[in-house]
Nanobody
Framework: VQLVESGGGLAQPGGSLGLSCAAS????????MAWFRQAPGKEREFVAA????????YYADSVKGRFTISRNNNKSTLSLQMNNLKPENTAVYYC???????????????????WGQGTQVTVSS
């Protein structure tokens, strides 16, 4: 199983970045997928999730209206479009996969089985 994130980098406040996660080694379309992030000295926190069936999406309050999660089941890829970036969005961003989640727990890191290595996002002027 592999989850490989890409697309991180440096962005200015108010700018945009798009992250991708390429999945392999498991049946991607049968997994709920999510993005988490971890800033230095802080715990890993939920950013966004997308269901395996129907594609329902969920977001942390701090990113609603600015970030968009999407998936392409034919290509086994997960994406996160981040707009109007803020310095506090600086973190390592991880994609994660879970065979099944319930709404009350999809924001918990322990609900996810597979994790990528992460990609650094830095927002600074």
């Amino acid at each position: 199983v592999q989850l490989v994130e890409s697309g991180g980098g440096l962005a200015q406040p108010g700018g945009s970045l798009g992250l991708s996660c390429a999945a392999s080694g498991f049946n991607f379309r049968s997994y709920d997928m999510a993005w988490f992030r971890q800033a230095p000295g802080k715990e890993r926190e939920f950013v966004a999730a997308i269901r395996k069936y129907g594609g329902a999406t969920y977001y942390a309050d701090s990113v609603k209206g600015r970030f968009t999660i999407s998936r392409n089941n034919n290509k086994s890829t997960l994406s996160l479009q981040m707009n109007n970036l803020k310095p506090e969005n600086t973190a390592v961003y991880y994609c994660a996969a879970a065979s099944s989640t319930i709404t009350s727990t999809l924001g918990r890191a322990r609900s996810y089985t597979y994790w990528g290595q992460g990609t650094q996002v830095t927002v600074s002027s």
